[in-house]
């Protein structure tokens, strides 16, 4: 009688703190929101791929962490700000969401942190380039994962000038993002000994024809053209730079340009072209092993630099979420910084006090037709830039780091 | 200074070209069946997207391309008109607008689900590759092929509605379709085989614009406004001002990338603003 009760007394008290553990996972559930852009501009080297890519992160963790399952969701933020936040409050607010994903475009970004950060929930960022993202717009809650203009600039500007382009012309989109990319291109260019002999503007979105822009940009004499431009606008360039026999003389730099990109093209097109990426699929065993998993599941297409980004940073949440032993933001964010991340996209890579992940970033030219023997052989990697050199030290204007 | 300024004019008299052909078949079919067709742009890009698909599908090449893509989707055309818009007549034409626009939306909305939106690239035909040097630009082979089609397509459509017997039956339809149906003229059927031609002609500027621009399901969409200009700076339903003004505008734009890029994409709009205000009928359009 007495061992019975003493039974029921210690299994009371077990079933007391498992109760009492459990809020280690709030809402017994963690809920991760790919917010991005599933239909627009940027859908094809985020959107869809990017909610895929967070998918597998949670199926190759289990499914479950700490024995509570993990949920993922996607919505589609049409790269305006506005429906941006309000998708984020609706889903901090009512739906348990307790991580945001991706957020392409730096606008939504931008609009979606502050949100998160009032209500301490977390931001996983791997579409936006904005440098703004760590440095005077940080937050403790965020993590931006992939690349930021300043890597782009950087990889790109300075590895160019040192192969021998060391006279630039830029086609700059007509916009925050274009000029500001331009600028810091700039910048590298000109620190690294090379000149900017000029720019165009161009109006964006909503400029088909680049040839007078073009023109322009041949008549500089510059070696190196860079394209401070996107998506469409980047694509429709480098085409009609083909086309004008531009690229017989000098060369083009693309600034911003995804793997998706370059499918679009083609490799007629594209050859030769420089760019920098945080990610190339076919770098090594493990990337090509989960590219080949990621194509599989998406019609065959090769994962950009985004969507890979992704899958890295939702695993890593996991296994912090996992080490910290609870999904509390603030436990959560300690922990990933101090865990290295361990996998094929950013080995031995750390997330600063910033926010920012420094990785490794790849120099690449593209290959011509002749050079590339399989599907997606797309790249020969230049020059890996090492994480110390590819990002720019923990920015001063980030508030929350501690000096 | 000359020579960067030829160049861009040259560059505007491509453009410009393109212009003609798409506001062409905008004009005529508005002319001629009072349909404001909003689903032009859609149907543009149709045509770049069957050109396309025949090449890497079925291996077809450009040339036939170029005869079977408007084909196909003038055949489509058809089928819109004898479908829907047949229905509208007699309405409000603000009814086809939105008919024409919902259209374009499902059509557009269709190829983005199917072929995402950063495209496929479509090669120059083999013939047309390469260029000429012309001393102050380089001309690329195709780009004075697109500009010598599309006079000849402009001309010729100008010819057979303004001077033939035909052109005299359409033009008839318009004024009084009773009448010309008393006369024994099966004008319902006109009026379809008109919009299909329209059509057409949008599908077949979308393969001429194939290989210079990347084909996406978005790539109607983006010139749709300026041809909307274009049309009405020429005057609704003006089949010479629609072609004459598709040019002006081209090189008006090519003037402004050149003196002030920035503006470039707006000059069509101020223009039209302005040509609203001074003549509301347009360039070449009769007031009523």
Known sequence: ???????????????????????????????????????????????????????????????????????????????????????????????????IVDLVSSSTALAVMPVAAEKKRITLLSGPGTTAITGEKCTPYNAHWTYNNWALANGTGREVVKQGGNTWYF????????????????????????????????????????????????????????????GADTINAIKQANEFGITKKQSLAGLLVFISDIHSLGLPTAQGMYLTTAFYWDRD?????????????????????????????????????????????????????????????APGARLGPDGLLRHDMYLVQVKTPAESKYAWDYYKIVKTIPAAEAFPPVSDKCPNVKK | MIQAL??????????????ALLSLGLAIIFGLLDVVNFAHGAQYMLGAFLAWMGLTYLGIGYWWALFLSPLLVGVLGLVIERVFLRRLQGLDNLYGLLLTFGLALVIEGLFHHAFGNSGSPYPVPELLRGGFDLGFMYLPKYRAWVVVVSLVVSIGSWFVIEKTRVGAYLRAGTENPKLLQAFGVNVPVMFMLTYGFGVALAAFAGVMAAPIYQVTPMMGSSVIMVVFAVVVIGGMGSILGSVVTGIGVGLIEGLTKFVWPEAASVVVFVLMAVVLLVRPAGLFGRQK
């Open chain 1, 285 to 345: 065993d493990a990337s090509r092993k989960w590219a080949k998993r990621f194509a599989d599941r998406m019609k065959g297409k090769m994962p950009t630099m985004v969507q890979a980004g992704v899958y890295s940073e939702v695993s890593h949440y996991l296994k912090a979420i996992q080490a910290a032993g609870t999904d509390a933001p603030d436990a959560v964010m300690a922990k990933m910084r101090e865990m290295p991340v361990n996998d094929f996209f």
């Open chain 1, 1 to 99: 009688m007495t061992k019975r009760f003493a039974l029921a007394v210690a299994l009371l008290l077990a079933a007391g703190t498992a109760r009492a553990a459990d809020p280690k996972i709030s809402d017994d559930v963690v809920k991760i929101g790919v917010l991005t852009d599933m239909t627009g501009y940027y859908s094809d080297l985020s959107g869809p791929g990017s909610l895929e890519a967070a998918k597998m992160a949670a199926e190759d963790f289990g499914g479950k962490v700490l024995g509570k399952p993990i949920v993922v969701i996607g919505a589609d933020h049409q790269l305006k700000a506005d429906v941006a936040s309000t998708v984020a409050r609706k889903w901090f607010d009512e739906e348990k969401v307790d991580a």
């Open chain 1, 171 to 230: 086609l700059t989109a007509d916009y925050v993002f274009g000029k500001s990319l331009e600028e810091d291109t700039s910048n590298v260019v000109k620190a690294a000994g090379g000149k900017v002999l000029g720019f165009s503007r161009h109006p964006s979105p909503g400029t088909t024809d680049f040839s007078s822009f073009l023109l322009q940009a041949q008549a500089s004499g510059a070696k190196i053209i860079g394209l401070a431009n996107a």
């Open chain 2, 6 to 19: 030829s160049g861009q004019l040259l560059l505007g008299l491509i453009n410009g070209s393109f212009y």
